[in-house]
């Protein structure tokens, strides 16, 4: 189930637009400007000041990947893509820059809001998702390790099953995760510190 | 000399709302006939008007029209918010301006527009700010099947979960639609602590005389108990109601006799914010010859308007009235608030109380 969209905290925040003078960017610094966002407008490139920034429009017809300030994909805060040209080429590039939701140019008297609450909403949900992947990696990753400390705990004559619940309780006991319990039993017995030293 | 300035009216006389758009339109003809007889001022308008007869398809067809048969640039109307959309691609095009004079939910902000009622940090906030103490924090919403209805009773299920209430039931009708039953037995079975209505027409009377009845059954449902809300109810349309009105709890800017209103004395808050809307684009055009023609930036412009010059909203008295004895009394006033379409702009808590009738 998705969770309601977060209307509130855009009074005062701060969006900048990428894009040369132009009447699109004065019809939406109109718009931000009504909805609440203080407005600054950039080119060619974002400035360092830009990573303060809590939204950033760009314009997807003259845009390349230098004019930003991290990789591609990257950025620590949603981006509107300002499309003119509907071409593929330049559609792809928008989406490999990161874009989280676009704005068709010329910008005229609405779009602005929605443009907002989609691209922050796309925002959340791929840092969720990639916060539960590297999560999920790392376990993956520690999947030797567990089977190690629970082929040791079994080693001292107890069945799998008892082993993995020893594991288990271990991770309670100490507040950290299976495979950091994992990892300490390993340690253990490759003649690292005691593991009683790391209980907490 | 008085220069003649066509002013586009677009009020449906016939169909489901007509009692608001009639006081809207009196209003505005009346702030006209004002405008047209102060030597005061070097202009007068000729109205210009078109009905779309309660047809929301023929709002945007009708200011075409006016927009580019006649030398209009300024319409006052449109009802429902839905009508309004309609309305605003024509604008858009055309280049011109809507003077919108009636309550609505908020989060727009139109370059072509004029917001001059309230919108919902000036109705529904307050309103709740004042219910939820006094009686409750257990609602019931109801709301006619389109935007008003949907968005008002979003905003008033997230304040009334975010102070720790409870929204016991929801539930919408067609517009039109008198079929108000299902609601009024959920309402039955639930006994919330105030129901928010944000129908219109002819589904809220028939709904506020079918709660009204009962409570004639059970004293639950009595406005001592069980308080009905409204945003959009102003004594305009009391002659569809009658009896049913008594209770009614309402949020607006100005009730018939309230004091501070520019202008004198009006029928209701729809009568008095058209008023105000065509005296101040007359105040806007006076002694600035060709400014008629231009759009609505340029006529802001270092202008010292009641009209935000980045919101197009105006600043309203906020006045929370309950029916008794036939007409609305204030039971809290605030001071104006200015209009907070997209809820950004923080919220300061209630003013103390200005004067209090009770």
């Known amino acids: 189930m998705r969770r309601p969209i977060r209307i509130q905290n855009l009074g005062g925040a701060q969006a900048v637009i990428l894009h040369r003078p132009h009447p699109t960017v004065q019809a939406l610094t109109r718009q931000l400007a009504a909805i609440g966002l203080r407005v600054a407008q950039v080119w060619p490139e974002l400035g360092a000041e830009a990573l303060g920034a809590d939204f950033v429009f760009f314009d997807a017809d003259m845009g390349h990947d230098e004019q930003f300030p991290w990789s591609p994909g990257e950025s620590p805060m949603p981006m509107i893509a300002l499309i003119g040209s509907e071409a593929p080429g330049r559609i792809e590039w928008a989406l490999r820059a990161g874009a989280h939701a676009q704005l068709l140019k010329p910008v005229g008297d609405n779009g602005g809001y929605s443009a907002l609450l989609i691209a922050r909403d796309a925002f959340d949900a791929q840092r969720a998702l990639s916060v539960e992947i590297a999560g999920l990696r790392r376990r993956l990753d520690e999947r030797q390790t567990v089977v190690r400390a629970v082929a040791a705990l079994a080693a001292k004559g107890k069945t799998e099953a008892e082993a993995y619940a020893q594991l288990r309780q271990m991770a309670m006991a100490w507040r950290v995760t299976f495979e950091d319990a994992a990892a300490r039993v390993v340690a253990g017995l490759d003649g690292g510190p005691d593991e009683r030293q790391n209980r907490g | ?358």
């Open chain 2, 1 to 358: 000399m008085k220069r003649r300035i066509e002013l586009g009216l677009l009020y449906s006389r016939s169909g489901s709302y007509t009692l608001i758009a009639e006081a809207c339109r009196s209003g505005a003809l009346s702030a006209i006939a004002q405008v047209n007889a102060d030597p005061a001022l070097d202009i007068s308008f000729v109205p210009v008007e078109r009905d779309p007869g309660g047809n929301v398809d023929l709002y945007g067809p009708l200011c075409e029209e006016i927009l580019r048969d006649t030398s209009a640039r300024h319409v006052i109307g449109c009802v429902t918010s839905w009508s309004r959309k309609e309305v605003i691609p024509v604008l858009e095009k055309l280049g011109g301006t809507l003077w919108y004079t009636v309550p609505y939910e908020g989060f727009e902000a139109s370059d072509h527009v004029v917001y001059t009622h309230a919108c919902p940090n000036q109705h529904l906030l307050p309103l709740l700010d004042w219910v939820m103490p006094a009686h409750g924090r257990r609602t019931y919403l109801t709301g006619s099947n389109y935007i008003w209805g949907w968005e008002m009773n979003r905003l008033a299920r997230e304040v009334v979960t975010q102070a720790g209430g409870e929204v016991l039931g929801e539930r919408y009708l067609p517009i039109g639609s008198r079929e108000v039953g299902r609601m009024i037995d959920e309402i039955r079975f639930a006994r919330p602590d105030f129901i928010v209505n944000s129908l219109i027409g002819p589904s809220s009377y028939e709904f506020l005389a079918a709660y009204r009845a009962l409570g004639r059954e059970d004293a639950h449902f009595t406005a001592q108990n069980c308080p009905v809300l409204s945003c959009n109810l102003t004594e305009c349309e009391f002659p569809a109601l009658g009896q049913a009105a008594e209770g009614l709890v309402a949020a607006g800017p100005y009730f018939r006799g309230a004091q501070d209103w520019p202008g004198g004395n009006f029928g209701s808050s729809h009568e008095a914010a058209a008023f105000a809307a065509v005296r101040e684009l007359a105040r806007l055009l006076h002694g600035r010859e060709g400014i008629e023609n231009a759009g609505l930036p340029s006529l802001l412009s270092g202008a010292a308007s009641v009209v935000d010059e980045k919101t197009h909203h105006t600043r309203l008295p906020v006045l929370i009235a309950q029916v008794r004895g036939g007409a609305f009394q204030v039971v809290r006033a605030q001071s104006a608030v200015a209009g907070d379409p997209y809820l950004t702009r923080g919220r300061v808590a209630p003013a103390p109380s200005l004067r209090v009738v009770s």
